[in-house]
T-cell receptor, first 111, second 115 residues
Framework: GAGVSQSPSNKVTEKGKDVELRCDPI?????LYWYRQSLGQGLEFLIY????????KSGLPSDRFSAERTGGSVSTLTIQRTQQEDSAVYLC?????????FGPGTRLLVL | DAKTTQPPSMDCAEGRAANLPCNHS???????VYWYRQIHSQGPQYIIH???NNETNEMASLIITEDRKSSTLILPHATLRDTAVYYC????????????????FGKGTLLTVNP
């Protein structure tokens, strides 16, 4: 079946611009997670959704980052006023029963 | 806090079994052992997980010692496409409280399969 999909696959933006990253989870998965992986670094947890609710937003690096999930399905991660240190691969995962399945990621480059 | 210890790198000949070790000496009774891998420029891929019994699926086998302080992931016939960073993660069930929904990835083992 279809896995987790993310779009765009690559995004280049200028410092100060806003970007939106999209995640389509596996159909029927109630939980959705966002992680970030900077160059040569491990995965950093950002936010977790159960249904449309986000019980834990503690991993969001600053108030420039926000995320929402609608209809218990698609999620959007928004970064406002992007900075160069936001350059990273943004990964989305979804799960139904404990096991998280990851998408291919969005590679964000802020110039 | 590192919950798992893995060698930074390993090599394996194509067609041979790759045995990747992981130490998790402080594992709690309700924590599962998960294995993921990340092929260059791709998202992490789930491989297998287990609690205390050995597990096998189409990708790999997971051998967990009786005291659960270590485990080994076995790729029975490694191919060049198995070259990746392999991550061993211990995690309690999400409904056991706390922030167990977070996967904490360490540095993993870079497995290089050679022709």
């Amino acid at each position: 079946g279809a896995g987790v999909s993310q779009s765009p696959s690559n995004k280049v933006t200028e410092k100060g611009k806003d970007v939106e990253l999209r995640c389509d989870p596996i159909s029927g998965h109630t939980a959705l997670y966002w992680y970030r992986q900077s160059l040569g670094q491990g995965l950093e947890f950002l936010i977790y959704f159960q249904g449309n609710s986000a019980p834990d937003k503690s991993g969001l690096p600053s108030d420039r980052f926000s995320a929402e999930r609608t209809g218990g399905s698609v999620s959007t991660l928004t970064i406002q006023r992007t900075q160069q240190e936001d350059s990273a691969v943004y990964l989305c995962a979804s799960s139904a029963f404990e096991t998280q399945y990851f998408g291919p990621g969005t590679r964000l480059l802020v110039l | 806090d590192a919950k798992t210890t893995q060698p930074p790198s390993m090599d394996c000949a194509e067609g041979r079994a790759a045995n990747l070790p992981c130490n998790h000496s402080t594992i709690s009774g309700n924590e599962y052992v998960y294995w993921y891998r990340q092929i260059h420029s791709q998202g992490p891929q789930y491989i297998i997980h287990g609690l205390k019994n050995n597990e096998t699926n189409e990708m790999a086998s997971l051998i967990i010692t009786e005291d659960r302080k270590s485990s080994t992931l076995i790729l029975p016939h490694a191919t060049l496409r198995d070259t990746a960073v392999y991550y061993c993660i211990v995690r309690a069930p999400e409904n056991s409280g706390g922030s167990n929904y977070k996967l904490t990835f360490g540095k993993g083992t870079l497995l290089t399969v050679n022709p």
